[in-house]
C-alpha cells in the first residue's frame, strides 16, 4: 500500500509541475511581440491641416477600461476585483464617458486603457464605441497590452486582455507609429504586463510643419520606478533626437508619475504617499518643454476600495508635456468624481506660433 500511495504523490506532484510550466511555455509561444517601431493605420481620415494662432485643444483621458468606475477596487492596488461589476457596468461607464467627450468637443483625443477585446471587460470593443459615436473624428489604435491570460489573482484571474491608446482627430492624420518603450517588465512577468509603447499621430500645419502628438502610458507598479525611470530616458532621447526638428510637439497622457509640486507642501499627503506613486523625473525638467498640468483637480485617485470623497488618496499624473512654440492658453482638469474612471480628463487648449 504504501508504494502505489509513493508513486500517487510522485505523479501528482509532476503533474502539479508540468501545468504551469506547460502554460508558461504556451503563453510564451504565442504572446505577440513587437518591432520597435511599427506603422499604425489611420481609420477613417478626415480632411485639412492647422492654422497658425488658431486656438485648438486636445484631450487626455484613461478611461480604465470602462471597469475602473467610483465603486470599484483593483486588486494590484491591494483591493479585490480583477474585472468590471457586469458587462451593462462596462457599458454604462464608457457611454458616461462618451457623453462627457461629446460635450467637451475637443479637436483631438488622447486616450489610455482602451479595451478592444478583454475578459475584465467583458469583451466591450471600446475603440468601436468611439468610432460610432465620433464619425467625424479620424483615428488610431496601438496595442499596450496583449495578454493571452492574466492569471492573477488566483480565485478570480484577470484573463485574456487586448487593450492600447486611442488617438483622435478632427483634422488629417497623415501617419501613425507604434513605439516601443524601453523600460518593460523581464520574462515571464512580461506575459502577463502590459507592453509599455507610444502612439505617435501626425497632421500638417500651415506653414509646412507637422504637429506631432504622442499618446503614452508609462508603468505604474514597478517597485522604486525603476521602469518608469528607463521609459522617461527613452522619452528624454526621443524629444532630443526625434522632436527638435522644428515641429510642434505635444506629449500627453497618464504619466504615473506625480506632477506639480502643490501637494508636496500638504503634510497629510506626504503621510499617505502610496508605494504605485514616484516623483516626476528630473530629466523631464530639463528638457526646454513646458508643463500644462492643472493642480487644482485631482487626476487618479487610489483604487484599493471603492471611491469616498475626502478620505481616498486622490493625486495629479495626468498631464502634457508641449514643446516651445506651442503656446499654452489654458489647462482645465475636469472633476468628474471619479464617476466612470479611476481617472479625471485633462484638456489643454493651445495655439501653434511662428518662433
Same mark, same amino acid.
Given at each position: ?14 503533474? &502539479? ?22 506603422? $499604425? ?13 488658431? #486656438? ?20 494590484? !492596488? ?13 457599458? #454604462? ?10 460635450? #467637451?468637443?475637443? !479637436? ?22 468611439? @468610432? ?5 473624428? &479620424? ?8 495578454? $493571452? ?16 491608446? &486611442? ?17 518593460? +517588465? ?23 510643419? +507637422? ?11 514597478? +517597485?522604486?520606478?525603476?521602469?518608469? +525611470?528607463? @521609459? ?52 523631464? #525638467? ?31 499624473? !495626468? ?6 512654440? $506651442? ?20 484638456t489643454l487648449r493651445f495655439q501653434l506660433i511662428e518662433d
Amino acid at each position: 500500500m504504501k508504494r502505489p500511495l509513493f508513486k500517487i504523490l510522485i505523479g501528482g506532484l509532476g503533474i &502539479a509541475i508540468m501545468i504551469p510550466v506547460i502554460f508558461i511555455g504556451y503563453v510564451s509561444w504565442k504572446n505577440p511581440t513587437h518591432q520597435d517601431i511599427e506603422e $499604425i493605420g489611420i481609420d477613417n481620415n478626415q480632411t485639412g491641416e492647422l492654422l497658425l494662432n488658431e #486656438e485648438y485643444s486636445v484631450l487626455i483621458f484613461n478611461i480604465g477600461y470602462g471597469g475602473l468606475d467610483k465603486d470599484q477596487d483593483f486588486f494590484m !492596488d491591494g483591493g479585490a476585483s480583477s474585472r468590471a461589476e457586469s458587462k451593462a457596468k462596462v457599458l #454604462e461607464n464608457v457611454e458616461g464617458m462618451l457623453d462627457f467627450l461629446s460635450r #467637451e468637443n475637443p !479637436d483631438f483625443m488622447l486616450l489610455q486603457e482602451v479595451d478592444i477585446r478583454s475578459a475584465r471587460s467583458y469583451d466591450v470593443n471600446q475603440y468601436e464605441m468611439l @468610432q460610432t459615436r465620433f464619425q467625424h473624428y &479620424a483615428s488610431a489604435f496601438s496595442y499596450n497590452y496583449q495578454a $493571452i491570460w492574466v492569471p492573477v489573482p488566483i480565485v478570480n484571474p484577470m484573463g485574456y486582455a487586448r487593450s492600447g491608446l &486611442a488617438t483622435l482627430s478632427k483634422h488629417s492624420m497623415h501617419s501613425g507609429l507604434r513605439r516601443e518603450l524601453t523600460g518593460q +517588465e523581464s520574462w515571464p512577468v512580461i506575459l502577463a504586463d502590459l507592453d509599455r509603447s507610444l502612439l505617435e499621430t501626425r497632421i500638417s500645419v500651415a506653414n509646412g510643419r +507637422e504637429l506631432i502628438l504622442v499618446n503614452l502610458h508609462l508603468s505604474a507598479y514597478d +517597485e522604486g520606478g525603476i521602469l518608469r +525611470e528607463q @521609459q522617461v530616458s527613452h522619452l528624454v532621447s526621443l524629444i532630443e533626437e526625434v522632436y527638435r526638428q522644428n515641429d510642434y510637439v505635444i506629449l500627453g497622457g497618464d504619466w504615473n508619475q506625480l506632477l506639480g509640486t502643490s501637494q508636496l507642501e500638504d503634510d497629510d499627503f506626504m503621510e499617505e504617499w502610496p508605494e504605485w506613486l514616484v516623483p516626476i523625473a528630473d530629466s523631464l #525638467e530639463n528638457t526646454g518643454y513646458q508643463w500644462g498640468v492643472d493642480e487644482s483637480v485631482m487626476t487618479v485617485r487610489d483604487i484599493e476600495a471603492p471611491y469616498k470623497p475626502g478620505k481616498t488618496f486622490e493625486t495629479v499624473i !495626468d498631464g502634457f508635456l508641449v514643446s516651445p512654440n $506651442i503656446k499654452i492658453i489654458e489647462v482645465i482638469g475636469h472633476d468628474l468624481g471619479f464617476e466612470y474612471s479611476d481617472h479625471n480628463p485633462v484638456t489643454l487648449r493651445f495655439q501653434l506660433i511662428e518662433d
